[in-house]
């Protein structure tokens, strides 16, 4: 087993750079998950700590030893693949042994580990069909199999669940999250589905155009996001961020009034320097609405849409034209009412500049 | 929906109506090749057509193998035919897997290369070819002259690139971490996976030796090493020219192919399809 250290790991593909500069810290036995919209270099990040890329500028280490030059093989990782990636002409008990044979691997332990594999997952049964014979949930088990087998130090996925279906992808990610527990392997898993990540991360790794925006604990990086983009990103359904403009500075803090209502008026503790009249994003979450009077400040919203899922109920609402969503626990009953007051309590606000820096 | 398949009924019938005609002229010939093979001489030269077979094959095949010794002429072209698709299939997939997975400067400028030779005819190509195999190399009249230089072949290599240019990257990016070699990765994946375009690419290549004529004509006189095409071809010269024998030749020619396309046609036509679209 073996931690990973990354020192400003830059990529290019010819002229073009994908990764500027990434430095990250993995301990052993954690697990790492890489978040990020599409496109913004998780690939190529994972890809360069296998090996199958090369690194431009900065080192990889991987268990203290600098991997820049090492094949993907004498790695000590293995790797799962969005599209698992199954050899299709042999059945998956061949698949899961096919490396180790290759690699002259003694026959006996071969078979022992692909039992061991196949014991862990529980797929003894399907192990003489060839993967055009398995459904997706199966073919990806075969595939984690095929990682188990080399026996890494670092298990690397990459979006494994995103070709199943909603509710594999649930069981699955609760497998993989137990196989993390049995084996207690560092595991780097790269996902743009944030829940994925909340669910499944000892320590999330949250990127943005190949950067890394913040790295921390699930619940750190709700609580406590950078910036605006980490706060949009972490969290279901998505902060609301509503336009307002500073009207001054004060012994507590600075006060603020929503563009879409002067008249709601919120004063915050910040610590930094701001300009009155400076416009900023006042941030809070669908979740910490409370109601109306019980907050620091009330403010009336019109309500397009209500949905009641029974534990809980989403109203999807607008006040002069900026959408917001609002979680009502309590409601079973959204009322016949087209507008809804509620109430704002400012030490479950954030606020961001126009940059989308956090200001508190 | 009764419209629907009534509607669809009629456009295959009007297909059909179309491509039969095509059908027949393209077949006729074939027919009577086979009719002119079951009669002797003066029954192909009378003046009344006659469209139904005869039975005089076996005396016309007599003639021709006291003419030319035909059967060993098939012979050798079955094993040129066979070496040749063999070890093109060989070079032509493992040219075509370079050219797909290694990226290296000039690439590009020789796969452009190899487009360019396809647009070339052979007639272009014949006498330089000639010249530098029998003059420059002297390897007139010996199975490799036969054998080698058509064996490199644009169409091939461009065909299984293309085939190896659409499997999945991340199959063999899997086999890297695992450590399993290259030329491993090469045998054991792409290959077994490459083996629908393998087996078009070996028809067509195999077809191309059979039908060859004029290459074999050129480089190749000496009557032991004569293809069956190459074989026929000397009949015509001769003072008495048997055409039932050359006719019973040219079926004798024909029908293992037809034979084998017949059986083969599927998975030729989905083969191509594959490598073409894929
Ligand atoms: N082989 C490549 N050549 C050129 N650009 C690439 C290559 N691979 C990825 N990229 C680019 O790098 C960026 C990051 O890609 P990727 O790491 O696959 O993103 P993600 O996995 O986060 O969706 C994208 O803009 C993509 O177009
Ligand atoms: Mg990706």
């Known amino acids: 087993m073996a931690g990973l250290t990354l020192t400003n790991v830059i990529k290019r593909f010819g002229a073009y750079e994908v990764v500027h500069g990434a430095n990250l810290e993995i301990a052993d036995g954690e697990f790492v998950v890489f978040v990020g919209p599409s496109g913004c270099g998780k690939s190529t990040l994972l890809r360069m700590i296998a090996g199958l890329e090369d690194v431009s500028e900065g080192t990889i280490e991987i268990g203290g030893i600098a991997v820049n030059d090492v094949e993907p093989s004498e790695r000590r990782i293995a790797m799962v693949f969005q599209s698992y990636a199954l050899y299709p002409h042999m059945t998956v008990r061949r698949n899961l042994s096919f490396g180790l044979q290759?690699?002259?691997?003694?026959?006996?332990?071969?078979?022992?580990?692909?039992?061991?594999?196949?014991?862990?997952?529980?797929?003894?049964?399907?192990?003489?069909?060839?993967p055009g014979q398995l459904s997706g949930g199966q073919r990806q088990r075969f595939a984690i199999g095929r990682a188990i087998v080399r026996e890494p130090q670092v298990f690397l996925f990459d979006e494994p669940l995103s070709n199943l279906d909603a509710e594999l992808r649930v069981q699955m990610r609760v497998e993989i999250s137990r196989l993390h527990k049995q084996l207690g392997t560092t595991m780097i898993y790269v996902t743009h589905d944030q829940t994925e990540a909340m669910t499944l991360a000892d320590k999330i790794v949250v990127l943005r155009a190949g950067r890394i925006e913040q790295v921390g604990a699930p619940l750190e990086l709700y609580d406590n996001p950078a910036n605006q983009f980490v706060a949009g990103f972490v969290g279901s359904p998505k902060m609301n961020f509503l336009k307002a403009r500073i009207e001054g500075k004060g012994a507590s803090g600075v006060t603020v009034s929503l563009r879409a209502d002067p008249r709601v008026k919120l004063t915050l503790p910040v610590s930094s320097a701001v300009a009155a009249g400076s416009q900023v994003m006042l941030g809070v979450r669908p979740e910490h609405f409370v109601n109306a009077g019980a907050g620091d400040t009330d403010l009336t919203v019109r309500i397009d849409v209500a949905e009641h899922l029974g534990h809980t109920s989403y109203v999807y609402a607008t006040i002069s034209d900026e959408p917001l969503i609002i979680e009502r626990p309590e409601s079973r009953h959204g009322g016949d009412s087209d507008s809804l007051t509620i109430g704002l309590s400012a030490a479950r606000c954030f606020l961001f500049d126009a940059e989308g820096s956090r200001l508190r | 929906m009764k419209s629907k398949s009534r509607t669809l009924m009629m456009q295959r019938l009007a297909l059909h109506a179309a491509l039969t005609p095509l059908a027949i002229i393209w077949l006729f010939p074939l027919w009577m090749m086979f009719v002119f093979s079951t009669m002797p001489d003066y029954g192909i030269f009378s003046p009344d057509i006659v469209l139904w077979p005869s039975t005089n094959f076996v005396e016309n095949f007599k003639n021709l193998q006291a003419d030319t010794n035909f059967l060993r002429a098939m012979f050798i072209s079955i094993t040129v035919a066979v070496i040749y698709t063999v070890l093109s299939v060989m070079l032509t997939s493992m040219a075509g897997w370079a050219l797909a997975r290694y990226r290296f400067a000039g690439r590009s400028m020789v796969i452009a290369i190899i487009l360019g030779t396809i647009t070339l005819p052979f007639a272009v190509v014949v006498i330089p070819q000639f010249i530098m195999v029998a003059r420059e190399f002297k390897l007139a009249n010996t199975w490799v002259a036969l054998i080698v230089?058509?064996?490199?072949?644009?169409?091939?290599?461009?065909?299984?690139?293309?085939?190896?240019?659409?499997?999945?990257?991340?199959?063999?990016?899997?086999?890297?971490?695992?450590?399993?070699?290259?030329?491993?990765i090469f045998l054991h994946i792409a290959l077994p996976l490459a083996r629908p375009t393998m087996a078009a690419l070996s028809i067509i290549l195999f077809l191309a030796s059979w039908n060859n004529y004029l290459w074999p004509l050129l480089i190749n006189s000496r009557p032991g090493m004569m293809t069956a095409p190459v074989a026929l071809g000397t009949l015509i010269g001769l003072t008495k020219v048997s055409w039932g024998g050359i006719m019973a030749g040219a079926v004798l020619l024909t029908a293992p192919i037809l034979f084998v396309f017949i059986f083969l046609q599927r998975h030729f036509i989905s083969g191509i399809a594959a490598g073409a679209i894929k």
């Open chain 1, 102 to 130: 290759m690699n002259g691997n003694p026959k006996e332990d071969t078979e022992r580990r692909v039992a061991h594999a196949a014991n862990i997952l529980q797929i003894n049964e399907l192990m003489d069909r060839r």
């Open chain 2, 149 to 184: 230089p058509p064996l490199f072949n644009s169409l091939g290599v461009l065909f299984m690139r293309q085939s190896f240019s659409m499997m999945p990257t991340e199959l063999f990016d899997a086999a890297r971490v695992e450590g399993v070699k290259e030329w491993r």
